[in-house]
């Protein structure tokens, strides 16, 4: 390989790179713990929040999904959430979050 395409290649490399940095850091979720996700749900006037019963290993838990102030907010809990009468809910077979 020469230099030339060496370099060409090296660059490319580089850009595709920044490119899936780009797209990790475009896509915020923050986990949070149940009480935190309930108090943002109070705060919200028509609240959506995607619910989603799953398993893990051989125990049960509900994952939550909602938006605030234009960030995503995850939450398991081992019970049911009591969530206010104004939510939205969707009911998802699955959540599934990309966390390190």
């Known amino acids: ?8 290649a090296g660059a490319a490399a580089a850009q595709r790179a920044r490119m899936m940095k780009a ?8 986990q ?18 995607v619910v989603s019963k799953q398993s893990r290993w051989f125990s049960t838990y509900y994952a939550y999904l909602t938006n605030y102030k234009g960030l995503f907010f995850y939450a398991e ?4 959430l009591a969530l206010a009468d104004t939510c939205e809910i969707v009911l998802a077979e699955k959540i599934w979050i990309p966390f390190n």
Request: aromatic share 0%; net charge negative.
């Open 1 to 8: 390989m020469s230099a030339g395409a060496s370099s060409a």
């Open 23 to 30: 797209l990790k850091a475009s896509g915020a979720i923050v």
């Open 32 to 49: 949070v713990e149940p009480d935190a996700l309930l108090d943002m749900v109070q705060k919200s006037e028509a609240p959506l929040v």
């Open 77 to 80: 809990s081992p019970e049911v």
